[in-house]
């Protein structure tokens, strides 16, 4: 719960289909209302659950919504690792877009985008870069251009 009075003692999530965990992420993001979880909520969830290290990138995916806007760093390796080994774009511009928009992770997402483009689409580069200010970055390493010759450094987008 939100006061952290009832927390859950027996993994009950052992036994639940990977629909029904997703389920579960869903309305517990729908119930927070926008605002974040505790980190102590959340990691006593992981402690139990061992949601972070799942294999599953529905129940991941879900996991990271959640754990980013709070701000709990320990999800950082594991958001990072999930978006740069896999490309899809319905996990990848989501999670990218709540690193950047988090104080913990908006240097990550940008330095980790910049390092891994050339592992996704051309549209999710494209949508990525737009979403992280960096598309004349992007652009100019297209070309073949440093940015960092470039006036100004070479950001913007």
Known sequence: ???????????????WSSLQITCFLDDL??????LPLKISTLRAMNKL???????????????????????????LPVA?????????MKFTRPLYRALYKSRMGRELAVST???????????????????????GQV?????????MLVAGGGGGG
């Open 29 to 34: 993001q729908i119930k927070t209302g926008g």
């Open 113 to 135: 985008f910049l390092a891994n483009k050339d592992f996704y689409h051309p549209i999710c580069v494209k949508m990525v870069a737009q979403d992280l200010r960096v598309s």
């Open 80 to 88: 990072t690792r999930f978006i740069t080994t896999q490309g899809r």
């Open 49 to 75: 659950y061992q949601i972070a290290s799942t294999r599953n990138s529905e129940v991941l995916y879900r996991y990271c919504e959640l754990a980013i806007p709070a701000e709990d760093v320990t999800i």
């Open 139 to 147: 652009e100019e390493a297209r070309k073949g251009v440093n940015p």
């Open 1 to 15: 719960d939100r006061e952290g009075k009832a927390p859950p003692t027996t993994n009950v999530m052992a036994s």
